[in-house]
């Protein structure tokens, strides 16, 4: 059985963030809601997606910009991204159902965190998790996981809560939070969410917290540290352009974080995603660098929706925060989708 850092249902929605960063987001720059990360976010997490998997589920303009943005992600070669990783909604709610072992329908949300990495080691290196609100408990989960994969648990106290510890080295751990919310992940990721719910251990840092407030309301929404490409041997310091030349990602070495959401505005549906960077003079390269990974993408891509929406992101600057953003009504996102039905 895989890591949970590296099993797809999560991969998935942590791959929203990854899709984003380098712009194929949406929408123009509004002022951001005044909220805080869901309650159970350890401080010790530096990243975070926030997903309403039911709006996902019944938004036909949400269900095709997420699969750009998944469909996106599959253009990286990449160990987490594989020939079985979903492509669009309807394969990320086949996923839930696989992976455990429940009707998708009875997931309501879902919130994504971890530690991306400290400079010099592998991202996402053995700190994960994935809070579920559904109608399960910690135990239908467990009984789930393990049904599908063979794992045994073994049921622990942590300080009056329910938490099972696999019996498979690589196993996920399966954690109760009250109210119908469930945490699944690593060891350290679960007695985190735990000791936060307990009133026992801080939740998200201020850093996080302040990512994740500067984003728009929406529901998808996603923030966290941006590792430097200098220092960090997991992130590439240059991207390929073929004949020779390449593209310098080492202008990310400026920037602190990175915040957006999927949205829905009226009859819009769009994407975002914000950079902080250290000043303006650093913000200006991000945005050639951002303008430049949305150009070569665009080349490379053989779907047609998501080249159209990858072609059409605004790349801007405001001060030292860069945005980049697009916007679909859902009358063209239903165009985009019949035009691509019909080239196949």
Do not use: C
């Amino acid at each position: 059985m895989k890591e949970i850092a590296r099993r797809d249902t999560l991969q998935v929605i942590a791959g929203l963030a990854s899709a984003t960063a380098i712009g194929t987001v949406a929408g123009r720059h509004n002022p951001a809601p005044s909220t805080a990360p869901p309650d159970v976010v350890p401080t010790t997490a530096d990243g975070l997606i926030d997903a309403n998997i039911d709006l996902l589920r019944q938004d036909d303009g949400l269900r095709t910009l997420t699969t750009a943005a998944l469909q996106q992600r599959t253009q990286y070669a990449s160990a987490e991204v594989t020939a079985e990783s979903p492509r669009d909604v309807d394969a990320l709610l086949a996923d839930v159902k696989a992976e455990f072992d429940t009707d998708p329908e009875k997931v309501h949300r879902a919130t994504a965190f971890g530690d991306v990495g400290a400079d010099g080691s592998e991202l996402f290196d053995g700190y994960a998790g994935v809070v579920l609100n559904a109608e399960l408990s910690a135990e239908d989960i467990k009984s789930g996981i393990a049904n599908l994969d063979n794992v045994a648990f073994t049921e622990l106290d942590a300080s009056g809560t329910v938490v099972y510890e696999p019996e498979s080295a690589d196993g996920p751990w399966v954690g109760g939070l009250g109210s119908d919310r469930v945490v699944v992940g690593t060891e350290a990721a679960v007695y985190d969410a735990v000791d936060v719910r307990n009133g026992e251990a801080a939740a998200a840092s201020e850093r996080l917290e302040g990512a994740f407030a500067d984003t728009r309301d929406g529901p998808v929404r996603f923030a966290g540290r941006l590792p430097d490409p200098s220092d960090n041997d997991a992130v590439p310091a240059s991207v390929d352009v073929g004949g020779g030349r390449s593209i310098d990602l080492t202008p990310l070495d400026h920037v602190s974080t990175l915040g957006g959401a999927v949205y829905r505005d009226g009859d819009v549906r769009g994407l975002e995603t914000t950079l902080d960077a250290s000043d303006i003079a650093a913000a200006s390269d991000v945005t050639s660098l951002v303008s430049r990974l949305r150009d070569r993408l665009e080349s490379k891509l053989q779907d047609a929706t998501v080249a159209d929406i990858v072609g059409d992101v605004a790349v801007e600057r405001d001060g030292a925060t860069v945005t980049a953003s697009v916007e679909r009504t859902t009358e063209e996102l239903r165009s985009l989708v019949e035009r691509d039905s019909a080239s196949y």
